[in-house]
T-cell receptor, first 111, second 116 residues
Framework: QKEVEQNSGPLSVPEGAIASLNCTYS??????FFWYRQYSGKSPELIMF????GDKEDGRFTAQLNKASQYVSLLIRDSQPSDSATYLC???????????FGTGTRLKVLA | ETGVTQSPTHLIKTRGQQVTLRCSSQ?????VSWYQQALGQGPQFIFQ???????GRGNFPPRFSGLQFPNYSSELNVNALELDDSALYLC???????????????FGAGTRLSVL
């Protein structure tokens, strides 16, 4: 069973701090990874995708991928209360176009 | 706004009934994927349609079926509804090419189905 695992949280950080969200995956053939933000009762919203080893930055967000360790992370700098949501990590399985999602990490940014 | 629309937004059915959920994909996209998201869980892949054919299926029974139309819109049909089918059903559209590394999926707002 190919899996993507996340700590369900909640992860609580003070406003202005860096939030670090982590994800591990079991399928070594996974090519690409996606971070989605989901507010309660809403649908997932794409934040970033990454498919090369290393870091990818977009504004306050940085995605990190380490294929050797099968590890993906999302850093949120200068966290705001509006960042409070569930963050879903998804991997694109090798040989298919299917996303495998983790269960999500709930982030709380405290004002 | 992702340009992916789903209808209806909410639906209440009773056990044993049948339901049809609809999805219009984003302009320029040719692939639709359907997911089931139970409360507190991540989305679970049901199936994907590309060029009007099923292009992959998750661990869901045959009573979950679908269609894709020439305009790339799609339907999800669920027969013989069970209580455990209560969930948020998400449709995601994408543009599928031979370079699949990106294959970015954009989600609609979802249909919340309650089975009583």
């Amino acid at each position: 069973q190919k899996e993507v695992e996340q700590n369900s949280g909640p992860l609580s950080v003070p406003e202005g701090a860096i939030a670090s969200l982590n994800c591990t995956y079991s399928d070594r053939g996974s090519q690409s990874f996606f971070w989605y933000r989901q507010y309660s009762g809403k649908s997932p919203e794409l934040i970033m995708f990454i498919y090369s080893n290393g870091d990818k930055e977009d504004g306050r967000f940085t995605a990190q991928l380490n294929k050797a360790s099968q590890y993906v992370s999302l850093l949120i700098r200068d966290s705001q209360p509006s960042d409070s949501a569930t963050y879903l990590c998804a991997g694109l399985t090798s040989g298919t176009y299917k996303y495998i999602f983790g269960t999500g990490t709930r982030l709380k940014v405290l004002a | 706004e992702t340009g992916v629309t789903q209808s209806p937004t909410h639906l209440i059915k009773t056990r044993g009934q049948q339901v049809t959920l609809r999805c219009s994909s984003q302009s320029g996209h040719n692939t639709v994927s359907w997911y089931q998201q139970a409360l507190g869980q991540g989305p679970q892949f049901i199936f994907q349609y590309y060029r009007e054919e099923e292009n992959g299926r998750g661990n869901f029974p045959p009573r979950f079926s679908g269609l894709q139309f020439p305009n790339y819109s799609s339907e999800l049909n669920v027969n013989a509804l069970e209580l455990d089918d209560s969930a948020l059903y998400l449709c995601a559209s994408s543009f599928q090419t031979s370079g699949i590394a990106k294959n970015i999926q954009y989600f609609g707002a979802g249909t919340r189905l309650s089975v009583l």
